[in-house]
């Protein structure tokens, strides 16, 4: 099977899964979701084979992808939900995915480093026998188990690794960035508004890195664009008070817990906030349920068992303060309802910020090198040595985006006023201070 066909299906999958939606999410907003969505229930195949078998069967993996999607149009279909819309976006999803799978194919334009290389070495390991027992506890640890676990659709291909799948979150990113942009300024005229979404698009078309990673074999355009769908779902769930935004977001959330080790801390940070919201029961259930049911998959029946991981130098494995952080914000999320708990969600919102700001002190004073090299890390990173004319091997990869940035989440702070938009500022801002955090 070609890679173009391989995506096609997968995407086309997707669309059958996000079919019961159809008639409560906007056309556009399911065209750019269809793609992770067929993705995401290849990889819950995929970690369920491997938990159960300790291996991934592929063509079971993939068909079982496939009955998913089936299911969902079916279901659809007996509920009368499906109409025209569900034409333009079966339409443009199989264009659009075909058209991005064959430049990414036929361009050779996918990035490897040596950490893409150890997670193709991961996915190469799943397809053994006994595949989840061979996984060196480092890349376990470390790599986690989302990449690989798509990166073995590249076993029906001619390739060794899947080019499409970057290419493909990337382009769902600005997709559902540029609608989501669109859809929040109804207010405005239409110049105004085709303006200010061509703008930010293009801005971040323009970043350099966003663009490398959407051909990267590696897990950061997966994470950016499923914890922009959580966040943004969660928000636009209790705006415009419907549940379907809070089901896409959960397992955003909980597909994101497979791709990196600090995950879970990241989660919690979406939690915290959404638990002082002041949602319903029903709302927050939607969220939670994916996310507890991926965590007791993979975090419990696999990572802790089969990546203990450093016990020899401690008493405590390194999944347990994640795993702890994650279940302690499950629970403020569930008991949120009753006054003593939203009592405490309140407070526990409010201080996580100055909380963490108060641990980074306090690594700041007990270990300044770390710290000292971390900051050296990011200025090379982030800040454009304009002396070395923006060598990529002299730092400065990210060119002059975060200085633009940062003075546009400035003005926005100050100009724009919205409900519950903690869920935007703690997240964003926490994520910040846990980069600083986590070494």
Do not use: C
Not at 58 to 85: D, K, M, N, P, S
Not at 193 to 221: C, D, E, K, P
Request: glycine fraction near 8%; proline fraction near 6%.
């Amino acid at each position: 099977m070609t890679e173009i066909g391989l995506a096609v299906l997968v995407a086309v999958s997707g669309v059958g899964v996000l079919a019961p939606l159809h008639r409560r999410l906007p056309v556009w907003a399911l065209v750019s979701l269809a793609f992770p969505a067929g993705a995401g229930i290849y990889l819950v195949a995929g970690l369920a084979l491997l938990l159960v078998l300790g291996t991934v069967e592929v063509e079971i993996a993939l068909a079982l992808t496939v009955a998913g999607g089936v299911a969902g149009t079916v279901f659809a279909w007996v509920r009368r939900q499906l109409g025209l819309e569900s034409l333009i976006i079966l339409g443009a999803v199989a264009a659009g995915t075909a058209m991005v799978a064959a430049i990414a194919w036929t361009q050779h334009l996918t990035r490897l480093t040596p950490d893409s290389i150890r997670y193709l070495l991961v996915s190469y390991d799943i397809r053994l026998p006994s595949g989840l027992a061979e996984i060196p506890p480092d890349d376990i640890l470390k790599r986690q188990i989302g990449l690989p676990i798509l990166q073995t659709l590249a076993e029906l291909g001619p390739r060794r690794y899947a080019s499409f799948l970057s290419p493909m979150f990337g382009s769902s990113a600005f997709g559902f960035f540029a609608w989501f942009a669109w859809s929040r300024l109804r207010s405005l005229t239409p110049r105004l508004r085709w303006s200010l979404v061509g703008a930010a698009t293009l801005f971040l078309l323009s970043t350099n890195r966003l663009v490398y990673h959407t051909f990267y074999i590696n897990t950061h355009i997966e994470v950016a664009l499923l914890l922009l769908v959580a966040i943004a779902g969660i928000w636009l769930a209790l705006a415009e008070d419907e549940p379907a935004w809070a089901t896409i977001a959960g397992w955003a959330l909980a597909l994101s817990l497979l791709f990196r080790p600090e995950a879970p801390l990241v989660v919690a940070l979406i939690l915290v906030p959404f638990a002082a919201a002041g949602a319903p029961m029903g709302l927050r259930w939607r969220v939670a349920a994916p996310v507890l049911a991926v965590f007791a998959a993979w975090y419990l029946g696999g990572l802790w068992i089969h990546a203990p991981g450093e016990w020899d130098r401690g008493p405590v494995p390194p999944v347990l303060g994640n795993s702890v952080a994650l279940v302690a914000a499950l629970g403020l999320l569930l008991a949120a309802g009753t006054d003593r708990a939203s009592r405490l969600a309140r407070l526990a919102d409010r201080a996580l910020l100055p909380a963490m700001l108060l641990g980074l002190a306090v690594f700041v004073l007990l270990d300044p090198p770390v710290f000292e090299q971390t900051l050296y890390a990011m200025r090379r990173n982030l800040l454009p040595d304009l002396s070395l004319r923006f060598s990529v091997g002299a730092g400065g990869v990210w060119l002059f985006t975060w200085p633009f940035l940062a003075g546009l989440v400035a003005v926005s702070w100050v100009v724009l006023r919205r409900r519950n938009s903690r869920l935007w500022r703690v997240p964003i801002l926490g994520f910040f201070v846990l980069l600083l955090l986590l070494p």
